[in-house]
């Protein structure tokens, strides 16, 4: 029993997330199982960033559980919460670089933070990284001198710094062009596959949904529940819930 | 333990490849060893010699060598990499890399030195116009077209007036007391005790209230206007006024000024009360004097004058801490480094320039004979 908890990066157990007295979802239930790719969907407002700040460590539950790796976020020792952040990797809606510092330094960060690797692999990782999300030879830029879709992307590289197990991405393809997009969900299908990560992705783009889910959650703005659940694929032909279908099939 | 680490062995082959061995564990990046390639090679093919473990170590490595590769244009075979690593690294060099002309050189000292001068020159100027588009918003005001909103002028009166009222009053009361402590040395040397209350009148109304209330009010309010428009400036919030043709000038920056011109007088006139109450409680309980002989004193030699330039000076010190405070904040750059340095310099200036608006206040008025 203890040894299929530990390999749960992420369980959430019955939570209910408030902002003060707003109910924003309740009675969430679901496991997110190593190597998954995990797509959170519902209509903007109801809550998907909220979920992601919850499982993430951000925000307190109302009530209920965020496990991560079988641990309690909000019950468990210093260390192991420290342990459980650093191995998670985030990329916020809004890309969160840190303004002052150039795109390489904000990928350097946590590695000079958390690693006692030598500046000069420090350096190549960050070039590496930054290449990867097809920003070679822009390290030395500051995030006020680069595009929406550029501090996106440096914001993933800065997420993949630590080689995280686990991934976090909040609307990641929004403000991308198709190209790059594209490129976005081969990284995602490659680092699952070469490294094992596990990934969380909060993400409207159909196209993108369909290529690289595993499973999937729809949060209903309405009743504040979790209402389909399910490969996105199958949920597209069959799902019973009316609302889930129309949204994979783009209909209205 | 150390021979599990990341082994690399280079050997060339009959046909003038370079071929590269890798063992162990790619686990720890190391810095690339840039001599790697330092013959001439025809080509360059990796192998796995037992590689156990790998992760972003064996990626870097070997995304550094594509690149030296590239750089000697010479082919790189990979194929018996783990194919993650391969596709990794395909998919780094999948965007070119961009060119950006950014000039790293040390600029020369007379070009630092021009430089200053003319940035210096430029915000002179840009303080000039600001003043200009200020006065224009101004006289839109009085024609009833300004884009301004009466209800930010009432919530900015409310921060820069009630919301400041205790720790104005406080500073007041103290100056009070402070100043007719220091003034009670040299009036007890010539039993002249009853002075402390001119003292009072003419230092506090004058001048002390009025600087102290200034300098709070600099630190206070100053400080967060440009903090406020700067945090807007780097959230492209100014741009988003700007781009629907609405003046960030008159739609931010009057309703601070109006605000903070309507209240400094009120504010002023309240440090005056409280600090000659406090010139009081020195005089009545340290000073022996009887509180009717100190107003008597106060009203004999204090002039109405004295109240009145007291109140225009805080007028002029309102008018130059908000724009101070709003020039920085607008000008402010795009990063959060940046709103520091806007709420530094919006500070400075503004006590700079209070001091030098004093000076030339109370020269006037004082050979005026007002
Ligand atoms: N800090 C906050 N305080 C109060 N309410 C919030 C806060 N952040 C978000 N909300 C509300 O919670 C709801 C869900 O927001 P969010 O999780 O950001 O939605 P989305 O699914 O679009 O990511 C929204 O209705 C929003 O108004
Ligand atoms: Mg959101």
Redesign the interface.
């Known amino acids: 029993m203890e040894e299929t908890k530990q390999n749960v990066p992420v369980a959430v157990r019955n939570l209910t997330m408030a902002y003060g007295g707003t109910l924003i979802q309740q009675e969430l239930d679901f496991d997110v199982p190593k190597g998954e790719i995990m797509v959170v969907m519902g209509e903007s407002g109801c809550g998907k960033s909220t979920l992601l700040r919850h499982i993430i460590g951000l925000n307190a539950p109302a009530s209920g559980q965020v496990l991560r790796n079988g641990v309690d976020l909000w019950n468990c020792t210093e260390e192991e919460h420290d342990k459980i952040l650093r191995s998670s990797g985030i990329l916020y809606q809004s890309g969160a670089l840190w303004s002052s510092m150039t795109l390489a330094e904000n990928v350097a960060l946590p590695l000079q933070q958390f690693t006692d690797y030598s500046d000069a692999a420090i350096k190549e990782i960050c070039e590496y990284k930054l290449s990867l999300v097809g920003l070679a030879g822009c390290g030395g830029l500051y995030p006020s001198e680069i595009s929406g879709g550029m501090r996106k992307r440096a914001g993933l590289a800065r997420a993949m710094a630590l080689d995280p197990s686990v991934l976090f991405f909040d609307e990641p393809s929004a403000g991308l062009d198709p190209l790059s997009a594209r490129r976005l969900d081969e990284l995602i299908l490659e680092l699952r596959e070469s490294l094992g990560a596990t990934v969380v992705i909060i993400t409207h783009e159909l196209a993108s949904i369909f290529t690289i889910a595993t499973d999937s959650i729809y949060l209903d703005a309405e009743s504040k529940r979790m209402i389909a659940r399910g490969d996105p694929r199958k949920l597209r032909e069959e799902c019973p819930v009316e609302k889930v279908r129309k949204f994979l099939n783009r209909e209205t | 333990m150390a021979d599990t680490l990341q082994v690399w062995k280079l050997t060339k082959s009959q046909d003038g490849w370079a071929v590269i061995a890798l063992s162990g564990d790619w686990t ?5 060893p840039s001599g790697i390639l330092e013959e001439k090679y025809a080509g360059v093919r990796v192998e796995d010699a037992g590689i156990r473990e790998w ?2 170590a064996l ?2 490595f070997l ?2 060598l594509s690149k030296e590769c590239d750089r000697q244009s010479i082919t790189l075979e990979m194929q018996g990499m ?4 391969a ?2 690294v395909a ?10 002309h ?1 000039s790293l050189e040390v600029p020369h000292f007379f070009e630092l030195l021009g430089e200053k001068a003319k940035g210096t020159y430029d915000s002179c100027m840009v303080g000039i116009g600001f003043v200009g588009e200020l006065l224009l918003s101004f006289y839109h005001l009085l024609r009833g077209r300004a884009r301004m909103r009466w209800i930010d002028v009432w919530n900015e009166i409310i921060k820069a007036g009630p919301k400041a009222l205790f720790i104005v009053s406080l500073i007041g009361f103290l100056m009070g007391l402070i100043l007719a402590f220091i003034g009670s040395i040299p009036l007890k040397w010539f039993r002249a005790e009853v002075y402390v209350a001119s003292l009072i009148g003419i230092g506090m109304l004058r001048l002390m209230a009025v600087v102290m209330t200034g300098t709070v009010m600099a630190g206070r309010t100053g400080a967060a206007y440009a903090a406020e428009l700067g945090t807007m400036q ?1 959230n492209e919030e100014i741009d988003a006024l700007e781009s629907m043709g609405i003046s960030p000038i008159e739609y931010l920056v009057l309703p601070r000024v109006i605000a903070l011109t309507l209240m400094m007088p009120f504010l002023c006139l309240f440090a005056d009360i409280i600090g000659v109450l406090g010139g009081m409680v020195v005089g009545v309980f340290y000073m022996g004097l009887s509180s009717l002989e100190y107003w008597q004193q106060m009203s004999n030699t204090t002039r109405v004058n004295d109240l009145l330039v007291g109140l225009f000076t805080s007028v002029v010190f309102a008018v130059l801490i908000a724009l101070c405070g709003c020039i920085r904040g607008i000008r402010c ?6 709103v520091g340095q806007a709420t530094t310099s919006a500070m400075v200036s503004s006590l700079v320039c209070l001091v030098i608006a004093t000076a030339i206040i109370t020269v006037i008025t004082v050979n005026l004979n007002i």
């Open positions: 720890s990046p190391n810095a690339f992760n972003t990626a870097v995304f550094n783990p194919h993650g690593a596709k990794l998919l780094s060099k999948a965007a070119p890399p961009k060119d950006l950014k780097v750059g795009r990063s959060s480094d940046s």
